[in-house]
């Protein structure tokens, strides 16, 4: 049983040959990060779609602002 991926970063660096065989010998230890790399992945996830939806919703404020400009330009324009 390979080591998460998420396991291999700069906090851990140090310590990787001690957290690879802990890892397998340690239900316990292997339990702890199994739930972190998972904890990691979904984290990662949900930033990613954060992102997404900052964008569009900026897209959709911005795409407001101008039709607004256009309906006023309209009105102004009917009087």
Known sequence: M???????NT?????IESLKIL???DDKF?????????SRIKTEKYRKKF???FRNQLEF?????????EILIYLIRKE
């Open 30 to 38: 292997k339990t702890i990060c199994d739930e972190y790399s998972k």
């Open 2 to 8: 390979s080591l998460p991926n998420e396991l291999y």
């Open 11 to 15: 906090k851990f660096a140090e310590y």
């Open 61 to 69: 404020e911005n795409l407001s602002k101008e039709l607004e400009e």
């Open 51 to 53: 992102e997404k939806d």
């Open 23 to 25: 890892y397998l010998v």
